[in-house]
């Protein structure tokens, strides 16, 4: 069994058709790379499967380890491994890092019949993860992503997923606005996740990120439909010739629209 | 006019009796107080929307309702009654039952030389002298109806006296108990907090229903901030949603005296909040920091007065609310900074969280500055829960009422932060955790989804 399937997907955000149509099916260890050019549907794709309530899903079907996803709610889908690492991580103010993110890791045990991790546990392992993403613990005390700066904000969104360990890791354009350093340790806490159990979805408009994490294939999504793929030699191919040739061959081979 | 005639014959019969009967009538300056505030009460009546200080808030029900005082206690309430309200590590808690300072629910434990702690009457019949000096000496009888009616009946509640240099480490609570009324019911309690000079304590006015019924609660307080003194006060609200409460903090601080007045509203159907200091000596802070939190149809008006009438003292006023169903939240922030009162800093914050399309807050500055140099500021910001945020934790696998209640936690969680860590500071926590667990779990039941987007509207 995949680990997520997805067939025909259509998704509309209001009253707007966004998705058309969607095939994909990822399985454990593998890691897929969504690319595409602006307004392509990337990020709905990655809101969809998140859960996110503002997108409706007017057909198609969403299988994650077996069950139906967009059954689930937000915090089911991320119960059941569903990870989305934001491409806007939100700042929430009066609430911090260290308690937001065990609160978090604490409904999913709960989600699991495991047992609640008390403070005392969690912290040597969240000092760990920090070390990781090399981020200053005093950030733990701080309020979710208050203050942060841009790859301050992408670090924390990495640390999460290090501590919540998904089984499908979303990462949504992770990469935009960071310089190269702080994409190499972007890079290296993703690496360090990777794992036969785990699969990862990686949504980026540049090739650059893929430079640093070796993905196995690449989807080129243009107008709600997934286009083409290919192996990381597609990536390298729409570095270098842009978006224009493909969009072009889609709008040739698309179905009429009704 | 015919109504407000017959409105104010209940209150002369329920005076006439009171002034034959009641504590210290003998007095003759105690007389003439009670008499000067009745008449000044039935000069004016009670205010209406037309005046500017009761704007946002009608008390046309209250005035509507036939009240009584209440006769002599004829409800038993035991100590097991109280247990679950009573507070964690307070040095001492007076409890007052329909206005009445109780002696045997109470519990004063031993107390350091030159504390004072008891009911307001006791101290009457005692003939002490500190009550001539200070009674009504402060609470302004001419602006304000509520006042002035609270002063007529003025002759129980808490007395607190604390001496010179002497600090008080836990807080002294006061339990003010309404029972089941069948008829409409009024008290008036009456409490004098007198703290010398370099003095240090907190006191917590806790204000609860025991049963329901239509109950008028018109509170007035005289804290009287000796120098140098650190004093902190809260005020609870978590009465029944068919009381009304009136309250008035009136604040005197001499000089450089630090006084922090921390508001609760979570309970009461109608409820206006008076807080009121005067900084009149140099040098003097305060801190007026407040969350109310409403629900249904309940009302909850907070009324800041804030006087600078001395140069460097320094105010802080931040008030939360958070409202859904068809709640109304008023703040009214009033900065009057005198003449002389040069280098003043002064500072209003208020901001509002709307859960439903219903509920109201009308927010409104208003400064009065007669001296040059001066630094006055203040803003207002209403706002809902943010759909990102919200998301954001549910993503992360916390399901929505949880969700939302940490958000309205980290939201009133900046009022808590306020407080100084302690008993109080834990026992307003509780309470405002229980709440918001409430309101929670109800909005999630009565509002599943939300526009996004914060709506602004700066004052």
Redesign the interface.
Known sequence: MSLLEIKNLHATVAGHEILKGVDLTINAAEVHSIMGPNGSGKSTLAQVL?????YQVTAGEVLFKGKDLLAM???E???EGV??A?QY??E????GNAY??R???N??RK?RNEDEIDAIDFLPMYREKLKLLEMDERLMSR??NEGFSGGEKKRNEIL?MAV?EPKLAILDETDSGLDIDALRIVAKGVNAMRSPERAMLVVTHYQRLLNYIATDYVHVLVDGRIVRSGGPELALELEEKGYGWIEAEARQTAPASV | MITAIEELQSYLENFTAFAKQSAGGKLPWLRKLREDAFARFCETGFPTTHDEDWRFTSVAAIARTPFALPGQRATDISALDLKPWRMEGAAAQLVFVDGQFVRELSAVGALPAGVTISGLKEEIEKGTPALESHLGRFLNIQRDAFCALNTAFAEDGAFVHVGRGVSLDAPIHLLFVSTAADAPRMIHPRNLLIFEQESQATVIEDYISLGGGTVLCNSATELIAGENSTITHYMVERESLDAFNISTLRIQQERSANVASHSLLLGGGLVRNNVHPVLAGEGGECLINGLFVGDGRQHLDNFMHVEHASPHCSSRQFYNGILDGHAHGVFHGRIVVHKDAQKTDAKQTNRNLLLSDDAQIDTKPQLEIYADDVKCTHGATIGQI????L??????????V??RK??L???A??CLERMKPGPARTHAERLVNQHLLSIANHFSVVQP?LA?GPKQRGA
């Not at chain 1, 998140?50 to 503002?54: F, I, K, L, V």
């Not at chain 1, 929430?92 to 609430?95: L, S």
């Not at chain 2, 998301?391 to 929505?400: A, M, N, Q, V």
């Open positions: 998140s859960r996110r309530e503002t709610k937000p915090e889908a991320a119960c990870f989305l934001f991580p939100v929430i103010p009066g609430i937001f993110l609160s978090a890791l409904a999913m989600y309020s979710v999460q919540l | 943010e759909e990102n945020a998301f954001y934790l549910r993503s992360r696998g916390i399901d929505e949880s969700a940490l958000l936690q980290a939201f969680g900046q989804a996004a």
